[in-house]
C-alpha cells in the first residue's frame, strides 16, 4: 500500500500563517518594499500562487514580522521545506491546468472526496478503457500522447482509494450515467462491475440517484468537495467545464454544496438498492456485448 502526502498542502498551510504573522501590522505592498521585492511577490505567496517556497525568503518575512518564537519559526520552515517536493503530478504538470494540478495535490491529502456526477462515472471510479473511451470523445482535441497520459494521472489518483490511510470517496451519480454507452458495451459491462467491487472497499460508498427522483440537489451540475482532517485546512470545492476548472474555499460556497450534497444523499436510492441497479445495467451491457 502506499502512504499519501502532500506538498500542495504544506504550501497551503504555509499561506495561510504568512498571511496571519503579517496581521495588520503591514500591507503587501509594504512588505514588498521594506524587503525590496517585485510588487505583489507577497500578494502571491498568500493566495498559494508559487511553486516551491523559498527558506531565505520565509526567513526574511519572519524577521519583518517579528515573529520570535522558535516553535512558530519552525513549523514556518519546515512546511516550505516539505513545500519544496515535489508530488507524483509533478512530470504531468506542462500538459494540465494550475487549479488541476492544485486540485491533484490537495485531493492526494484529503481525508473525504464527496463527489456529484450527472452524465459520467466519477474519475476515482473509472477503468483505463472507460477513461480512454471518454477523453477520446470529449470536448479537447487531444493526441494519442496527451490521452495516454491523462488516463495515467487517473489511475494514480485511484491509489488513494487503497492507500494505508485510504481516500474515504462518497460518489453520487445520477443514474443518466449507467445508461450512457462509453465505449462499446464490454467497456460499460467492465466499468459498472469495477465500480461495484470499488464499493467492497471500506471507504468507498456509492450511490446513484434515480430518474424516478425528478428534479434532485445535483441539477446545477456536477462538483467535488474535498474535506480535510486538520481544521487549519478548510475544505474546498472544485467544479469543471468546457472553458476550465474552478477550486473554491470561500465558507459560504462551500456551506452552499455541502447542503446540496446533503440533500442528494436523500435524493438518492440507498447504498444496496444503488449496487443492485447497477448490478441490473452491468446484465443489460454484458447480454449486448456476447
Excluded at 34 to 40: A, D, P
Aim: hydrophobic share 40%; glycine share 6%; net charge negative.
Amino acid at each position: 500500500m502506499t502512504t499519501r502526502q502532500s506538498p500542495t498542502l504544506r504550501r497551503r498551510r504555509l499561506s495561510a500563517l504568512l498571511k496571519t504573522y503579517r496581521g495588520d501590522a503591514f500591507t503587501t505592498v509594504e512588505v514588498d518594499r521594506r524587503l525590496g521585492w517585485t510588487v505583489g511577490k507577497v500578494a502571491k505567496m498568500e493566495r498559494g500562487v508559487w511553486s516551491r517556497p523559498n527558506l531565505r525568503d520565509m526567513e526574511d518575512l519572519l524577521n519583518l514580522y517579528a515573529v520570535d518564537d522558535q516553535r512558530q519559526r519552525q513549523e514556518v520552515l519546515t512546511l516550505a521545506r516539505q513545500g519544496r517536493e515535489r508530488g507524483w503530478w509533478h512530470p504531468y504538470r506542462e500538459m494540465i491546468s494550475e487549479s488541476y494540478t492544485t486540485y491533484i495535490g490537495l485531493e492526494a491529502e484529503a481525508a473525504s472526496v464527496l463527489q456529484f456526477e450527472a452524465l459520467m462515472v466519477p474519475g476515482l471510479l473509472q477503468t483505463q478503457e472507460y477513461a480512454y473511451a471518454l477523453l477520446r470523445r470529449g470536448p479537447s482535441e487531444l493526441d494519442d500522447e496527451s490521452v495516454k497520459n491523462r488516463v495515467e494521472i487517473r489511475m494514480e489518483r485511484q491509489k488513494a482509494l487503497k492507500a494505508s490511510d485510504p481516500l474515504r470517496l462518497w460518489a453520487i451519480v445520477d443514474e443518466a450515467v449507467l445508461w450512457r454507452p462509453v465505449g462499446d458495451a464490454t467497456v460499460m459491462a467492465a466499468q459498472l462491475r469495477h465500480m461495484i467491487r470499488l464499493s467492497e472497499l471500506p471507504k468507498v460508498t456509492i450511490q446513484v440517484a434515480p430518474f424516478a427522483a425528478g428534479a434532485h440537489a445535483g441539477m446545477g451540475g456536477p462538483f467535488t468537495m474535498l474535506e480535510f482532517p486538520e481544521p487549519q485546512d478548510p475544505d474546498a470545492v472544485y467544479t469543471e467545464t468546457i472553458t476550465g476548472e474552478l477550486l473554491e474555499e470561500d465558507d459560504v460556497d462551500v456551506a452552499k454544496v455541502k447542503v446540496a450534497f446533503q440533500r442528494l444523499t436523500g435524493d438518492a436510492l440507498s447504498a444496496q438498492a444503488s449496487l443492485d441497479l447497477i448490478d441490473a445495467r452491468a446484465r443489460v451491457f454484458e447480454a449486448q456485448a456476447s
